[in-house]
């Protein structure tokens, strides 16, 4: 009996992981060959990361995407989510389950989503979130140079935003710099979600040093900033480093990146 | 992606096979045996009712609340190489810290914190609704192996502690979940959170302790007021 038992149990489990084998969702969204290249961590002075060549999403993910995610997931409907997954404002401009409404633009990318959220869509389209590595080493270029990050320039134009984000509605995707890679919208239009948003070992305070630091974190005594210029990575690392996993924002949405192979 | 594939290719096999299997018996089961089949399935249900190891055991534990951590469905593996879901420490109150064996700084000090709390606990007589769980970070050392050796060493009483592995993702999951932080430095060691979680009954998150060697008089009185 207990074979028969097992054997029904291993059928119902087996069938179930065969149908999310494989990605379900239409892959529309255009993607972009990233080149092999190092990114200097902000952190640990003069260690510089290799970030093996990826794909990425050339835009954010945008709402109209978003809603096709919803309509194939009920899980992951503002009316069935889970608080441990979303918090209460998920996809807040939406106006129902199934309806975006006037305040979400079906061209603006989708915010108010968590990081579970993200993670999820991008497991159905078969991407994955990029790394914080990843992301910033692509928004470190400027218009037409791969490596900005010390351009006064671009520093500024970066604060200016980071200054005047507000409330009202977020234009639709592609509106902001394409980069040196091709890409769209790294700054000016959302935060984004990063897959280890949650590796940002920095308090509010982190441009110090402290004791109290080395006492909450194991090992980020050793951290020291590599570059203090970068005003604005500093405010990035400080932003997700305040992100929980099912935190919602109007301005926080994501795009998705692929390994290349 | 092989293990997609592999997943798939099992799917595959097993549901051809339940395919025949139904359709073999449609075309030839008799009336006897089809009263056999009936009471085959009444005793199937019983033994899933009461049996202690059937697989479907966790089908019965209720509904998870909206809140719970157990809404991961994450698969983890025990210290004796066991299959492992978080769900199954549901009705007990959970101790959960995240950590590394080949820590040597800051998590045999937050070992030490948990076993204050056991020990605070053990004094109180309520030990036996408690769990004490360590969920490992590093995939890539921390086999069952290790973390058996690791439960010597600290001499856990495995009745109550429980030390889990997983691989990379579902370890992103958990972390993310309970708030806790952690980075890979190039020699393959961590900078994390000093963080222990405690979880109701249902798996609701109702306390946090941060730091090391912290009082654990504040952690004490919210696991007692959960009562």
């Not at chain 2, 998870?64 to 009705?91: A, P």
Request: aromatic share 12%; hydrophobic share 35%; net charge neutral.
């Amino acid at each position: 009996m207990k074979r028969l038992t097992n054997t029904i149990c291993s059928i119902v489990l087996y069938s179930g992981l065969f149908l999310n084998a494989n990605p379900q969702g239409t892959n529309n969204s255009k993607m972009i060959l990233i080149s092999t290249g190092f990114y200097e961590s902000l952190f640990n002075k003069g260690e510089e990361q290799k970030v093996e060549k990826f794909y990425l999403d050339v835009y954010p993910v945008t709402n109209k995407e978003f809603l096709e995610f919803v309509k194939a997931n009920p899980k992951w409907r503002k009316t069935n989510i889970k608080k441990i997954f979303a918090d209460e404002s998920y996809l807040a401009n939406w106006k129902s389950d199934l309806e975006l409404g006037e305040k979400a633009n079906r061209e603006s990318p989708v915010t108010y989503v968590s990081w579970f959220a993200a993670k999820a869509f991008a497991e159905w389209i078969g991407k994955r979130l990029p790394t914080v590595a990843e992301w910033e080493y692509v928004a470190s270029a400027s218009k037409d140079k791969k490596y900005a990050v010390n351009d006064k320039e671009v520093i500024k134009k970066i604060l200016d935003w980071y200054s005047s984000i507000s409330a009202k509605e977020i234009p639709p995707v592609g509106s902001t710099e394409k980069n040196y890679w091709g890409v769209y919208d790294m700054h000016g239009l959302i935060w984004e979600w990063t897959y280890d948003f949650n590796t940002s070992l920095v308090t509010g305070e982190s441009r110090g040093d402290g004791d109290l630091e080395r006492n909450i974190f194991c090992g980020s005594g050793s951290a020291s900033a590599g570059n203090a210029e970068n005003y604005p990575a500093f405010m990035r690392y400080g932003f997700r480093s305040s992100l929980k996993a099912n935190y919602t924002t109007h301005n926080l949405g994501f795009r998705c990146a692929k390994n290349f192979k | 992606m092989n293990k997609r594939h592999k997943i798939a290719i099992y799917g595959l096999i097993t549901g051809a096979a339940l395919f025949l299997f139904t359709n073999l018996f449609g075309c030839f089961a008799t009336a006897e045996e089809k009263a056999e089949k009936l009471i085959t399935k009444t005793e199937t249900a019983t033994e899933v009712k009461h049996g202690n190891h059937s697989c479907c055991d966790n089908e019965d534990a209720g509904e998870i609340s909206s809140g719970s951590v157990y809404q991961l469905e994450s698969e983890w593996t025990n210290q004796d190489g066991h299959m492992f879901f978080l769900k199954n420490l549901k009705g007990k109150k959970v101790v959960l810290t995240m950590f590394y064996a080949s820590c040597t700084y800051a998590c045999p000090i937050l070992v030490q914190d948990m076993k204050r709390i056991e020990t605070a606990l053990e004094e109180s007589n309520s030990i036996s609704s408690y769990k004490f769980v360590l969920a490992s970070i590093d995939p890539e050392r921390d086999t069952p192996g290790v973390v058996k050796d690791f439960a010597k060493k600290n001499k856990f009483n495995l009745n109550r502690w429980t030390i889990l592995t997983a691989g990379p993702d579902d370890v992103m999951e958990l972390a993310a979940v309970t708030g806790f932080k952690y980075k890979k430095d190039k020699e393959g060691n961590y900078s994390h959170s000093n963080l222990i979680t405690f979880l109701n009954e249902e798996g609701e998150i109702i306390h946090q302790q941060v730091g090391l060697n912290q009082d654990i008089t504040n952690s004490l009185t919210y696991l007692n007021t959960q009562n």
